[in-house]
DNA sequence: GTGGCCTGAGAAAAGCTTTTACCAACTCTT
DNA sequence: AAGAGTTGGTAAAAGCTTTTCTCAGGCCAC
């Protein structure tokens, strides 16, 4: 305990915290003596009392995924700066697991929770609406009247379709995942705002070979063929790029592509290296550390679904000017 | 408070500990008010006396990595199931925000900390050495007289050598990423063993594009190719299979391909799918968790490296036999 | 009938920090 | 020089559990 090198304890507390009044040099050395005796003040103790843990929980449903990290990174780096710590919960969609992380989140009385997941239209398998501590939705849905912090997948889809109008393509089909997922008929939206219906969408699944046998069904029909794709995530593009490089068509030559995601294993390896929409998952998350520590703080916060744009990273598979950054 | 409801204030802690002495009748009726009104007792409170906050810390220096999701994962499972709670600790590679990260974790009165990494070789910008709680080292170099789990990266390596082997392969190739990896060390000196020394090693790097050009080395060589291919990583083996595709050349009827991580991104969605060595990461985080929970309730545990034998997971990309599981 | 023992439950302390209240001593002021 | 105000610091309470100690009452035995 500080105080047995310095002087009393309560004074210790308030040398150590700039608060009380004492005298100047009481409190210097007080402060010089916990320095180098390595004192370092309990935060349970702290907690207790003041009612923060300056903690808080993330939940996620995402466990290997590639949407959670990037928001955990940002609500870590966001945090971090405030004393805050996070615990990460991973729940594979299993409501009784959930419930119990909840349960030893509450218990370690965070001071609020952040619920993620891998899919903009899906509830978490828990229900956190009434808890008494603040929750705020990342990446997932959220319930009526609370925070949530979503992708524009709309603007985000625009920005890609735009770009290929702006580089001279102009028969630009989409290709894209399952037409249940909201994020599939926000793009699908975009594109036909933006493309005005030339071609067809086609709906599939997330996989590089959905890529592939889309491309066959596209070179299958007659009349001319496209001359760029959107595709509705890396993983379809870089199937698509595969297939069209497997038919002697050159990308970005004869075909531009452009993904969705910007996930840097598949976007970055695939050849050419894909031209993408990035979420900014990392600012997502970011904002919604920021948010929940707003509320936790007593700070009024304004509910509501806020969506944070996209931005288009341009690598090589869309040719049209060359790749920046 | 439950006492309000039920009796006293210390009896019913009693109740609800099944500890001390009182009426049967009386320990009944507090744990059912108890759970009517939904008490929960105060983690910090509890934590503040006992000396255990039931709370680890994960340091990792892999934010975005495939290594430290899997090991997380299986550190969450094992806790859970004892009421321990993991804070994650993202820390890119700078000493700074890991002592931060530390000092935070400390404060929090964490009971142990588990640190990990993405490379077996290397150490974490932070010394852990001698601190007052028990430190684990995962998938990552640890300090003399500590416990570290990581890969038997030998064992995987002659797994998959021995499968080749064992399917008839006789011209082994091994490509691999840089030869300052100890991974890539050890996996090559079980290839030379296994193989015995057929085959020149490709030292390069982790990436689907030194796969490619691997390939186009190799067959640019004079005389017989190899009939088989051990990768360093998955991408690698995906480059190769890719490059293998271009030239007409079957996979993995001429050539046997099999990869190293299970990355199943990467693994399952090259065609055909790869066969591969699975380091057992999740398992690993699995005993890593149970090792630090037994250091923190004062088990012995000798200290040393234990090396977790790596699994082949068989797919379609070598041949041979049928696909299991 | 009384002393000893057992049972059931409550009182109190401890764990560490912060905050409020308080006190002793000193300095002005008049 | 005495009262008022200021200053520097301490004592104590609060926050919530758990654990140990104590106590009152009932029962049995002698």
Redo the contacts with the bound molecule.
């Keep these: 305990?500080?105080?047995a090198a310095?002087?009393?304890?309560?004074?210790?507390?308030?040398?150590?915290?700039d608060?009380?009044?004492?005298?100047?040099?009481?409190?210097e050395r007080v402060k010089r003596i916990a320095g180098e005796i390595g004192?370092?003040?309990?935060?349970?103790?702290?907690g207790?009392?003041?009612?923060r843990s300056f903690t808080i929980g993330l939940l996620t449903n995402d466990t290997y995924g590639r949407f959670t990290l990037p928001v955990m990174a940002g609500i870590s780096d966001a945090l971090v700066d405030h004393g805050v710590s996070v615990f990460l919960c991973a729940i594979e969609d299993d409501p009784d697991l959930a419930q119990i992380h909840v349960d030893a989140m509450l218990d370690k009385q965070v001071d609020g929770i952040i619920a993620t997941g891998k899919r903009l239209d899906r509830r978490l398998p828990v229900d956190l609406s009434n808890l008494h501590v603040p929750v705020v939705y990342a990446f997932t849905e959220g319930t009526q009247n609370s925070v949530t912090f979503r992708s524009d997948d709309e603007q985000g889809a625009r920005l890609a379709v735009e770009w290929l109008v702006k580089i001279g393509r102009r028969r630009i089909a989409h290709i894209t995942g399952p037409e249940d997922f909201f994020s599939v008929r926000e793009r699908a939206g975009a594109y036909h705002q933006v493309a005005g219906h030339r071609e067809p969408v086609l709906y599939g699944v997330w996989s590089e070979s959905w890529g592939h046998e889309a491309i066959e069904e596209l070179w299958k029909r007659p009349g001319e063929k496209p001359d760029a794709l959107f595709c509705g995530n890396d993983q379809i593009a870089r199937g698509a790029v595969d297939a069209l490089r497997e038919r002697g068509i050159k990308v970005p030559l004869d075909v531009s592509v452009i993904g969705f995601d910007n996930w840097e294993i598949v976007a970055a390896q695939t050849r050419p290296p894909l031209t993408t929409v990035d979420m900014e998952l990392k600012e997502l998350g970011r904002q919604a550390g920021l948010t929940v520590l707003a509320l936790a703080e007593g700070r009024p916060v304004e509910p509501g679904v806020r969506k944070l744009p996209c931005r288009l990273i341009v690598r090589q598979s869309c040719g049209g000017k060359p790749p920046r950054e």
Tied chains: 1, 2.
Excluded: F, W
Aim: glycine share 8%.
């Design positions: 305990m500080a105080s310095g002087v009393s304890i309560s004074t210790a507390s308030k040398a150590l915290n608060t009380g009044r004492m005298g100047a040099e009481t409190r004192y370092r003040p309990n935060a349970l103790a702290r207790l009392l003041s009612k």
